[in-house]
Structures are given as structure tokens and as C-alpha cells.
């Protein structure tokens, strides 16, 4: 069996393709159990929900009590608590950010040491988001610094 990996840009959409000779072979199964296990999750935009993959999500936030769950472009509001986001993600590559954020580390695309200990995470869509000094060994210990 070959396996060939591809990096594409941020703005494409991930996929994985698979060619076998017979589909119900083990591994297949295996691939198919590796997609289906994104838990999904719902927000709201313009009224209407929206089932949303956690993959897909850069980070979540509360901001005056209300709760926003943020993708590469779009923002939709949350009916979750941040703790309850939290939860959902044990296991994951999120981690949390501050008192208010949770950010996922497989969108960051760099990191800049901040006066006062904290660092700024610079995320693949541009937006730069703070990691207080509270949480930056959470960070380190993800990406393994």
C-alpha cells in the first residue's frame, strides 16, 4: 500500500481519498471510524442553526456572557458554556487560551513571545488571538516546546 501526502493552502478544504480493492476491508473501516469521530457541534448565524465540525473550528470565546464559536471566516454564536466546549474537546489539540478562549493548536501558524510572559498566537486565517501567561505552558506542552 502507498500512502502520499499532500500540504495544500489553508483556503482548500482537507480531504482524504481512499483506492482499494475491497472496500470492506479493515483498514477502510478504520478510515471511515477516523472521520466520523469530529464531534459535531451547532451554532447560530442569521437566525438559522448550523451543524459546525470541531475540526474546522480556529477558537471558541465568551464575550459579555454570550458564546462565539469562530471558523476561518465566519463567526457563529454558541448556546455552550465555555466549559462545557472544554469538555468536548478533552483529547484534542484545543487548549485554553485565557479566562474567556479556547484555541485550537492546529491552526496556529506562529508564535510571538509578548513582554510580560504572554504569547500572541498568530492563527492560519491572520487573526492574532493572546495566550495569557496563565495558559502558555498549556501551549507549549501541545506543540511540544
Known amino acids: 500500500m502507498k500512502v ?3 500540504t495544500i493552502p489553508p483556503d482548500r478544504e482537507e480531504e482524504v481519498i ?3 480493492h475491497e472496500p470492506s476491508a479493515a483498514w477502510v473501516d478504520y478510515v471511515q471510524c477516523v472521520r466520523d469521530t469530529d464531534p459535531g457541534l ?3 448565524l442569521n437566525g438559522e442553526i448550523v451543524r459546525l465540525k470541531l475540526s474546522e473550528v480556529y477558537y471558541f470565546e465568551v464575550v459579555d456572557r454570550k458564546s462565539f464559536i469562530y471558523y ?4 457563529y454564536e454558541s448556546r455552550m458554556k465555555l466549559y462545557e466546549f472544554e469538555e468536548k474537546c478533552r483529547g484534542t489539540s484545543f487548549f485554553r487560551a485565557s479566562k ?3 484555541v485550537n493548536a492546529d491552526k496556529i501558524d506562529r508564535i510571538i513571545p509578548s513582554i510580560s510572559g504572554r504569547f500572541i498566537a498568530v492563527l492560519l486565517n491572520g487573526e492574532r488571538v493572546t495566550v495569557s501567561r496563565r495558559y502558555v505552558g498549556a501551549l507549549k506542552e501541545i ?3
Not at 476561518?72 to 463567526?75: I, K, L, P, S
Open 4 to 6: 502520499r501526502i499532500e
Open 18 to 20: 481512499v483506492r482499494c
Open 42 to 44: 451547532t451554532g447560530e
Open 72 to 75: 476561518r471566516d465566519t463567526v
Open 100 to 102: 474567556s478562549m479556547v
Open 143 to 145: 506543540l511540544g516546546l
